[in-house]
């Protein structure tokens, strides 16, 4: 079995990085390749697709910078027999935030309260937008703060719109192997910011979900067709919803710091059963 690890950050593509080594130890042969380093041609041809081509699977780690060459190169590796743990549709699907919350609510999956402002929408303050971030965004990327009772257009088009969602002790993140757990934790903000991603700078600790928390994080990732992410959710107004689901960045690394190494080896496992049995 032969398995790609493709990745925009270095150090999670490096020989020491524990996912890629927990898999080798499992039997599976890891190939480490920096998403940089696949690039189109003039012909639309990719360079170095051989090491693309190689792997029987593919596990992505992307970020917003490369969705359009990361969707190119992962229907070219499908049509080379190499399959992405995630399909691009469920990946494409995900980072649409606003068609991941349409696609939980026709399977009754409770979400955090968003509007959709379009290209340079007009919005109109009210209680539900309070926040603002892009429609595709990651890693909390241009999530910002809305001044209340103004009225502007979002430039960062397009957009969502939500309420203050509440202090940052009521968001949290399950991570999945194909509706398996394999983790959570709460996350917490840096000083003076609004997003608690952990690639900007938030804090992690540990947390036990409660059964509906992990129901709905399970039901959520299956609806939209996603075998390995992460689902995040906010507890407000006294009932778990989900933020949204990443498919495309697990954001597994997190974990990694409050398990000493241990969730990159319940990862491995599951990946390669699943592979086994699916793939």
């Avoid at 502007?152 to 939500?162: F, G, H, M, N, V």
């Avoid at 059963?273 to 699916?278: F, G, H, L, P, W």
């Amino acid at each position: 079995m032969h398995i790609g690890i493709v990745n925009r950050f270095h150090e999670m593509i490096s020989p020491a990085y524990p996912l890629g080594d927990a898999l080798q130890e499992l039997g599976a042969e890891v190939t480490r390749l920096d998403i940089r380093d696949l690039w189109l041609n003039q012909e639309q041809q990719i360079v170095h697709q051989d090491k693309l081509f190689q792997s029987d699977v593919l596990l992505w780690r992307i970020t917003d910078d490369f969705w359009q060459s990361a969707f190119h190169f992962l229907r070219a590796a499908e049509k080379n027999g190499a399959l992405a743990i995630n399909n691009p549709e469920s990946i494409q699907l995900c980072i649409d935030k606003w068609s991941t919350y349409a696609r939980l609510q026709d399977y009754n999956i409770p979400v955090a309260p968003t509007s959709f402002i379009p290209h340079n929408g007009l919005l109109q303050q009210s209680a539900i937008a309070e926040v603002s971030k892009p429609l595709d965004g990651c890693c909390g990327h241009q999530v910002r703060r809305l001044e209340v009772g103004s009225q502007e257009r979002l430039k960062d088009s397009p957009s969502l719109a939500q309420p203050y969602l509440g202090d940052d002790i009521n968001f949290a993140r399950i991570l999945l192997v194909n509706g398996k757990f394999i983790g959570s934790y709460k996350r917490l903000a840096a000083k003076g910011k609004l997003a608690n991603n952990f690639d900007s700078g938030g804090k992690i600790i540990f947390w036990k979900p409660t059964d509906k928390a992990l129901e709905i994080a399970i039901k959520a990732s299956r609806a939209c067709g996603v075998v390995f992410g992460a689902v995040d959710l906010v507890n407000y107004q006294g009932r778990w919803q989900v933020v949204e689901i990443n498919a495309a960045s697990p954001g597994y690394g997190g974990l990694a710091l409050i398990s000493g190494g241990e969730a990159h080896k319940t990862i491995a496992k599951q990946l390669i059963d699943y592979i086994v049995k699916n793939i």
